[in-house]
């Protein structure tokens, strides 16, 4: 099992305002900010990681809120939706949230289960899944969301394609994924190295044209590994496959590798280690900025260049 994907790691995506995204994912839908950092690629950009109490892998929504940026829009080539499992019954408390928030939402069925659809702030495609299976995942509480109705961390992410067979064949003969369940122009793929946040989606769609990856959208999403050794046979794995993948990176938080899969959406793989308890005990979470050893020289000017969050 060991050397397997377990599931999802983490998804990135583009926000259009840095203090809007922080109160939406954390007042609104209550999700833990267990990272404050900044875009290592341009330091005068925050990087937020939303997730539960631990910051465990499988349940990291990430953020670069990039001030203005133009709106994206969500195509093929991309993951689309985000899906959280959230508890049996609990999708009665969010639409009353939902609306007390006035946020529209849809209600649906995802290949026979209940959930809810709804937008960021920016237009990112959220769904929220009462899944049959139970989730038990420890959550983050807040004063207004119990653990009752705390998203239990990710569910599923569907990746819109015009063609599934490439990715379908990088998930399974790659990835290990298999195909579970099958749905029109819906196919699931799980992988049963863990319960949880196991399942990728493709929505085959062949006349979706490209998205175009700005505000509202996802840039990547990242796949789950145990640690950096098993990371890079992974790396040997997807060359010799003939894809081109990164040399391996270090987030900090966790190893990474980026990879681009045939239909176009952006992969990474990254590791459980050294986590997020790394520059910060557990309970202290989120609550400073975190800068990687590079910047922190410049920590007075990258603090006034930041966005004000208050
Ligand atoms: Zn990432």
């Not at 609104?28 to 875009?39: A, C, D, E, S």
């Not at 992410?157 to 290990?176: H, Y």
């Not at 190295?193 to 700005?214: C, F, H, Y």
């Not at 098993?230 to 081109?244: Q, T, V, Y």
Request: aromatic share 10%; no cysteine.
């Amino acid at each position: 099992m060991e050397n397997k994907i377990l599931g999802l790691h983490h998804i990135t995506a583009i926000a259009g305002n840095a203090k809007r995204n922080l109160d939406f994912y954390t007042r609104i839908l209550g999700q833990r900010l267990v990272k404050k950092t900044v875009n290592f690629d341009d330091p005068k950009t925050y990087h937020f990681y939303f997730g539960n109490e631990g910051g465990e892998p499988g349940t990291l929504l990430t953020f670069f809120p990039w001030e203005g940026i133009n709106p994206g829009r969500n195509g093929a080539g991309m993951a689309t939706h985000i899906a959280y499992s959230v508890p049996q019954g609990a999708l009665e408390f969010w639409k009353n949230r939902l609306k007390t928030f006035n946020i529209d939402y849809k209600e649906g069925e995802i290949l026979g289960e209940k959930m809810i659809s709804f937008q960021d702030p920016d237009g990112l495609e959220l769904e929220f899944v009462e899944p049959k299976k139970p989730d038990n995942r420890k959550v983050w509480t807040t004063e207004e969301i119990s653990s009752d109705f705390a998203t239990k961390g990710f569910y599923t992410t569907t990746l819109t394609l015009n063609n599934a067979d490439a990715t379908s064949k990088v998930l399974i003969d790659l990835l290990g994924y298999q195909l579970q369940q099958e749905d029109g122009n819906r196919y699931r793929f799980a992988t049963d190295a863990i319960e949880t946040a196991n399942l990728i989606d493709i929505l085959e769609d062949p006349s979706a044209g490209r998205g175009i990856n700005s505000a509202g959208t996802n840039h990547h999403i990242a796949f789950r590994v145990k640690n950096d050794d098993i990371l890079m046979e992974f790396r040997e794995k997807i060359l010799s496959a003939g894809l081109n993948i990164t040399p391996k990176i270090d987030r900090d938080y966790f190893y990474s590798l980026y990879f681009r899969e045939p239909g176009g959406v952006l992969f990474e793989i990254a590791t459980d280690n050294p986590g997020f308890t790394v520059d910060e005990p557990l309970e202290e979470l989120g609550n400073s900025l975190k800068l990687p050893k590079q910047y922190e020289p410049a920590r007075t000017q990258i603090e006034s260049l930041l966005p004000d969050l208050n």
